[in-house]
């Protein structure tokens, strides 16, 4: 059982990998079987896909969490997306599950950014 402590790091530890493009390392906070619902896809290899075509897109592109809420093996994550030009306050939604204190599960969706630049649109979504 991870607990909401360990969820809170956890979450912040992959927006800092994010944030300053450590992707290698993100990779090790996720399990190998891994799932975002978003990506349709297992492993990090999809994620870390978005992730560059994203800081490709937008170079100055951030992440900050400014809620996390954790019940049991689960968070939510609101998270603010600073930026993208032409944006005005662009959000993430994230639901996580972990499992054995890493990244098991992801469902996530996107607000506020401009036509067609939503991470699932930027991402090349199924």
Not at 13 to 41: I, K, V
Not at 84 to 93: C, D, E, R, V, Y
């Amino acid at each position: 059982m991870t607990t909401r402590e360990e969820a809170t790091a956890l979450v912040r530890r992959m927006q800092e990998c994010f944030n300053t493009r450590r992707f290698d390392r993100a990779a090790e906070l996720h399990a190998p079987d891994f799932f975002s619902h978003p990506l349709g896809s297992t492993g990090f290899a999809a994620g870390e896909a978005a992730w560059r075509a994203l800081t490709g897109r937008y170079p100055g592109i951030r992440v900050v969490a400014e809620d996390i809420l954790v019940d049991g093996d689960r968070a939510a994550v609101r998270s603010a997306v600073e930026g993208i030009p032409g944006a005005g306050s662009p959000a993430l939604f994230e639901i996580f599950r972990f499992e054995d204190g890493r990244f098991a599960e992801m469902w996530g969706a996107s607000a506020g950014f401009p036509a067609e630049t939503s991470p699932e649109d930027v991402a090349g979504r199924p």
